[in-house]
């Protein structure tokens, strides 16, 4: 086997930045996702100035999902990050999946972050 899954993920997740740096230019929010075997998170970051604007993660008790990593878990984490962002002003972003593929828990929290208004 001559790439294992971790050389893959990292080729995937440098490949998904390069199409997003030229594409925004330093101009939009980056919602950026980290899913793990255990939990699952979201960052709003703000890329010109580098600091993080809004987060959500299902390590956090008031989302009541704490150490869950289901469709259900990503769901309410991606309708926090929607909430913050508004209280942030943020209207819209781009949508950085890292080197995990645009399907199951990813998909959910995206689509639950558009539905809680956030442009994706």
Do not use: C, P, W
């Not at 979201?42 to 809004?54: F, K, M």
């Not at 008031?62 to 209280?87: P, Q, S």
Request: aromatic share 4%; net charge positive; hydrophobic share 40%.
């Amino acid at each position: 086997m001559a790439n294992s899954k971790r050389t893959l993920f990292l080729k995937r997740r440098l490949r998904v930045r390069n199409k997003l740096r030229k594409v925004n230019g330093d101009r939009k929010m980056r919602l950026s996702v980290h899913r793990s075997n255990k939990n699952i998170s979201a960052q709003l970051i703000d890329d010109r100035n580098g600091v993080t604007v809004a987060s959500a993660s299902t390590l956090e008790k008031d989302l009541g999902v704490i150490g869950k990593n289901n469709i259900e878990a990503a769901t309410k984490v991606g309708a926090a990050i929607a909430e913050r962002a508004k209280k942030a002003g943020v209207s819209e972003a781009y949508f950085d999946r890292g080197g995990f593929l645009f399907h199951g828990k990813v998909k959910a929290l995206a689509e639950a972050a558009r539905e809680g208004g956030l442009s994706v």
